[in-house]
């Protein structure tokens, strides 16, 4: 069945859910046991301010079991895998994976919420009308929504994960203009490294770094210069969507001709930095701390992905065209989806309420709040139907101060708009709300595969033959960015991708795709 239902359809349900509008909240308290997910920085949700104004807008009681992350993997596999003493629910938006999610739904320890957002959850309900993108991200290949969403479409700023800086103090010092070409950025590259712009009169300088598969730090998307570029995001890896066909990069012309030019010309002559290879995020934040800058170009979510001490020093900067004067980078959906904010299990005998006092965080009053911190806390009132950030306090970071009074990672949605209507977006958000528009959506023409939840079946098949030609393809590209050799190896490459059974691998991406998307 399609996911994504016809204008009809949508009308009727639409018509539906406004019955739910006569529910009204229980005259006696319920209480629901739920399991909830807490990070180092959050703080008890049993006196957070938010929870308690829902609990007496809604006279429903959350008995929190509070479960610290480093633990919540391994508790909550244990607890769903023995099927007995189960609370009522898992609240995050990390509560279990997509493929959990389908195994358990299918078993029936997970409970379809179909029924009870279409009768109980106006607020939500009026979410996956106006965005069946999300419907079909949240509904499983059964027809079923085993988890509510949580949703951020904050415009731009999460479409384009990975930006690349470059040291413009540098290129100053030795009179060269940002690059536009591949020619340009080569070239910059080898002055970087031979002529000493940091003027220490040390040979210390890194042309360029980079964290071999990270989502943000990787250099994938510069394979958008030769076909679709390359990256990992959201557990799709290395699948892009061109026009409704699905394509695995890695066994593309264009992604050999990257790996050839790539090593030819930046790593063997030492442009781009070999530790990237096996770096973990902390050494590659670690990196550019001395007091003489010494990365020249690297890759980020924002300028301050290698810390404040030289970021005066970076601009960003669009990317280059290639060899053949084209160029790609990589977008994801503007929504940042997750059908992971809330999950219900078969312990609960009556989940009407529970998902009533959920619906509230549909509501963007509440939605504000859940993501951003209490109003009169976090947020000013400034009277006139806008919001405004408090000023941290001192001693504390922003995500401190954010993540102690409220748990943003849960079912809510917020939308573009209302970042135009109600609350500015954060500082950090503008600048790459900005650097995303102007330099790098014109190019993002390369369309990462969007999250979808997969069928058991499937997701076995996956796990049998996916993580096997995961893991080769990976292989090869760092064997053949560093050391060369893509030409004499392709023709055998891909033919063992062939046998490991990339075809059907494929056709597993494509089918769930067109389930959801074709009509």
């Known amino acids: 069945m399609k996911r994504i239902f016809c204008l009809l ?196 300088e890194i042309p360029m770094t980079f964290q071999f598969l990270s989502s943000q730090r990787d250099l994938g998307g510069l394979f958008g210069m030769f076909g679709y570029a390359d990256r990992i995001y959201a557990g799709q890896h290395h699948f892009v969507v061109d026009d409704g066909k699905v394509i695995f990069v890695p066994a593309t012309e264009g992604y050999k001709e990257g790996c050839a030019y790539l ?75 997750e059908p992971k904010g809330l999950v219900v299990t078969n312990a609960c005998k009556d989940p009407k309420y529970l998902l009533m006092w959920a619906d509230l965080l549909y509501d963007e009053y ?23 950030y408090a000023e941290t306090p001192e001693g504390q970071t922003y995500d401190e101060f954010k993540f102690g009074n409220t748990f943003p990672d849960s079912c809510l949605a917020l939308f573009r708009d209302f970042y135009d209507r109600m609350l500015p977006l954060p500082e950090n958000s503008v600048a790459k709300d900005q650097v995303n528009t102007e330099l790098y959506l014109p190019v993002a023409t390369s369309v990462y595969y969007p999250k979808l939840l997969f069928a058991e079946e499937d997701n076995d098949q996956i796990a049998l033959i996916g993580n096997d030609i995961i893991a080769y393809a990976e292989e090869m590209r760092a064997k053949w960015l560093a050391h060369g050799g893509v030409e004499d190896e392709w023709d055998a490459y891909i033919q063992r991708l062939n046998t490991m059974g990339l075809e059907e691998y494929t056709e597993i991406y494509q089918r769930t795709y067109d389930n959801a998307y074709v009509e």
């Open 9 to 204: 359809m949508v009308l009727c349900m639409t018509l539906c859910c406004l019955s739910a509008l006569a529910e009204t909240y229980p005259e006696e308290q319920v209480s629901y046991k739920v399991y909830i997910r807490l990070r180092s920085t959050n703080g008890d949700p049993d006196t957070m301010q938010l929870f308690q104004e829902m609990e007496e807008v809604t006279n429903v009681h959350m008995d929190f079991v509070k479960v610290p992350e480093a633990e919540w993997s391994e508790k909550i596999s244990l607890l769903l895998g023995a099927g007995v003493d189960l609370p009522d629910a898992l609240y995050s938006a990390y509560a279990m994976t997509g493929e959990e999610m389908v195994n358990y739904g299918s078993q029936g320890i997970l409970i379809a919420l179909n029924d009870y957002i279409d009768q109980y959850m106006p607020n939500l309900t009026k979410v996956l009308t106006e965005h069946p993108d999300i419907r079909a991200s949240i509904t499983a290949p059964d027809g079923n929504i085993y988890g509510l969403p949580y949703v951020v479409e904050d415009g731009i700023t999460g479409q384009i994960p990975s930006n690349m800086f470059i040291n413009k103090t540098w290129l100053d010092k030795l009179g060269l203009e940002i690059p536009t070409t591949i020619d340009e950025l080569e070239a910059a590259l080898i002055a970087f490294k031979e002529q000493d712009p940091n003027g220490n009169g040390q040979a210390d």
């Open 263 to 337: 090593y030819e010309h930046f790593f063997s002559k030492g442009l781009i930095d070999i530790e990237g290879f096996t770096m973990d995020k902390a050494t590659y934040k670690a990196q550019n701390q001395n007091d003489d800058a010494n990365i020249g170009v690297f890759f980020g979510w924002n300028i301050y992905d290698l810390g404040t001490k030289h970021v005066d020093e970076y601009v960003p900067f669009a990317p280059v065209l290639g060899p053949n004067g084209t160029t790609s980078w990589g977008q994801v959906a503007a929504s940042g989806m």
């Open 366 to 388: 509440y939605a504000m709040q859940m993501s951003y911190g209490p109003i009169g806390v976090n947020l000013i009132d400034n009277g006139d139907g806008t919001y405004d």
